[in-house]
């Protein structure tokens, strides 16, 4: 059968890697080059990697998803604390004020340190939301 000759260049780091192969094949590198052309080249290929690709995508994008859930989740929460804050907290007098700033600050410490907690545990407010959830309805 007649072949066409190719001259080609490539990375010289490929090289001792084909060289290698080649040996342990016990094939020609012409072989090994004209195999790996032919399987660039064939639509198969083409329609496993697009098959790969939209694999990944979809994790991608049930991943965003989720995401976005569960930031959807924490803004709604905290608006509703802030708006339940608000409507409920009666404005301090100003003779007050001092103290109040104090004991702010401190319980926003103790805050912190039981969020750091918590995340270090690996605690989250959509876990704890969906089994309180789970834990009202009705066993069927």
Known sequence: MKKDRLNVYF?????PELDALAAR????????IEAALASYLSPDAADQ?????????????????R????????????????????TTTPPLPDTMRNAAQAKGRERYEGFVE??????AKGSTLSKEVSEDVAGLRPEQ
């Open 11 to 15: 990375d010289p780091s490929l090289s």
């Open 67 to 86: 995401l976005e859930r569960d930031v959807t989740i924490g803004n709604e929460a905290v608006a509703l604390f802030v708006r339940f804050w608000l």
């Open 114 to 119: 039981t969020l750091g907690r918590r995340l």
């Open 49 to 65: 990697r697009e098959a790969a690709i939209t694999r990944r995508l979809d994790r991608l994008t049930r991943a965003v998803e």
């Open 25 to 32: 094949r016990n094939v020609s590198k012409s072989q090994i």
